[in-house]
């Protein structure tokens, strides 16, 4: 028996069950799940120091607690991937400058290890109008230089005849310069030697010397995995609604040098996805359909875990009656979009009549498929998915910035709303 509380405390009670926003989610755990996901202990979720493991275990640990099921009595399944990794010692210093990593330049996801110094010297662009320049680059040893370039004369230079870009390989390190920021990815392979991206305004013009060490590590079928678990329908427990988000990102640039959080991308979705779990379980909230909850690996190595779930699903594919696929949700002030709204416009126009009779968010726009999230290969497959996320707020993508901290969560909770509304409101 629970005593009678005092006056004061039935109005404390009463405060503080007043929900902030209100749509049955609660922002103090999505941020505090989100903050998780990005800490350095899980390595930004990538593959060195396992730590697309200790993220994927963490959520199998979030399944199991809040009681998921699982297909075939496991949340996890595994899948092979080719990866290039920097898991040792990252740097390099222009002249007498040692530059921060993450900051001022990162390591090109197609690099090589090696160590060096070598002199600097800028790719000659009168190769691409004449002919004397052209001859005196292929004349010209390049092998104790670094060769600098801009990220654009590379495309143009694979225009020219191969034998122009073997020549630029043969440097002892390469240095492309960016125009606006520095933005991470990943690469299955290597080049020959090491490499490096700069933003232009950071490299001075007039730099002679870049002394440089990259440890990297190409892994041949490293075991990562997607996690999966699923609430039954009560009306149609064999028809899924399926809820993804990926919840790998770029892992680290050298054990030590800088890591990235992913907060936006894709700690956001993945939260979102736990939130809209977390009330699907609840007896309750029971869906008519059964709704499956996946989260993606890879995904920022190229749609591998998706794609795999794809060839080997856990119940036939033609069992998923609709998909959201959520990647980016960690903003919302230009409202959200809808990828693949083009191609399903009766559920496109249910998110829009249900977006302005609740005024979640100030916009919903539709775009047609692409191949940038893991709805891509479900959509190939003939599923009908679409993947959303949210617009406007900081820009912070594929770099050391896009942290929990600088994280709005303008429209989270509304999105939040939006999409259980959808989901419950499936016939
Ligand atoms: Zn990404």
């Known amino acids: ?34 903050a998780t996901l990005c800490s350095p202990a899980f390595h930004g979720r990538g593959y ?45 210093k222009i002249d007498k400058q040692k530059l921060p990593p993450g900051e001022a330049y990162i390591v090109n996801p197609v690099s090589q290890g090696g160590r060096g110094k070598g002199k600097i010297i800028h790719l000659d662009t009168l190769i691409f109008t004449r002919e004397e320049a052209r001859q005196r680059f292929m004349r010209s040893d390049l092998r104790r230089n670094v060769m600098v370039y801009e990220a654009r004369h590379y495309a143009n230079l694979t225009e ?91 892992g680290r640039m050298g054990k030590e040098a800088a890591y990235f959080p992913g907060a936006n991308d894709n700690a956001s979705g993945t939260t979102l996805m736990l939130e809209l779990a977390r009330h699907y379980v609840l007896p309750e909230n029971q869906p008519d359909y059964s709704i499956a909850f996946m989260a993606f ?44 709204g083009t191609r399903l416009p009766e559920e496109f126009d249910r998110l829009t009549a249900l977006n302005n009779q609740h005024n979640y968010l100030p916009k919903l726009q539709k775009r047609d498929n692409a191949p940038n999230s893991d709805h891509y290969f479900f959509t190939r497959k003939g599923v009908k998915a679409v993947f959303i996320y949210l617009m406007g707020g900081p820009k912070f993508y594929h770099d050391i910035y896009d942290r929990p901290e600088t994280l709005p969560l303008t429209k989270f909770s509304e999105a939040f709303g939006l999409i259980r509304d959808f989901v419950s409101g499936m016939e």
Not at 225 to 248: C, E, L, R, T, W
Not at 307 to 336: A, C, V, W
């Open 1 to 34: 028996m629970t005593p009678k509380p005092a006056p004061f405390l039935l109005w404390i009670l009463l405060l503080s069950a007043t929900p902030r926003i209100g749509f049955g989610q609660d922002m103090e755990r999505a941020r505090a799940t989100i």
């Open 48 to 92: 060195v120091n396992g730590g697309d493991k200790i993220a994927a275990r963490y959520l199998e640990g979030q399944f199991r607690q809040m009681g998921l099921r699982a297909f075939d009595s496991l949340y996890i399944q595994t899948f092979p991937l080719d990866i290039n990794t920097f898991p040792g010692k990252v740097s390099l």
């Open 160 to 250: 020219l005849p191969s034998e122009y870009l073997n020549k630029m390989h043969e440097a002892k390190a390469l240095i492309e310069l960016q125009k606006e920021k520095l933005t991470m990815s990943l690469s299955p392979a290597q080049i020959s030697h090491p490499a490096f991206q700069m933003v232009k305004k950071d490299l001075d013009p007039a730099a002679k010397t870049a002394t440089f060490r990259v440890d990297a590590k190409l892994i041949k079928g490293y075991p990562s995995q997607n996690v999966i678990g699923y609430v039954p329908g009560k009306k149609f427990p064999d028809q899924f609604v399926v809820i993804s988000a990926h919840y790998d990102h770029l």
């Open 297 to 340: 690996g890879a995904e920022e190595a190229g749609l591998i875990g998706s794609r795999y779930y794809t060839e080997h699903p856990l119940f036939p594919l033609s069992q998923i009656k609709f998909m959201i696929n959520l990647d980016l949700l960690g903003t919302g002030e230009e409202g959200m979009m809808v990828v693949n």
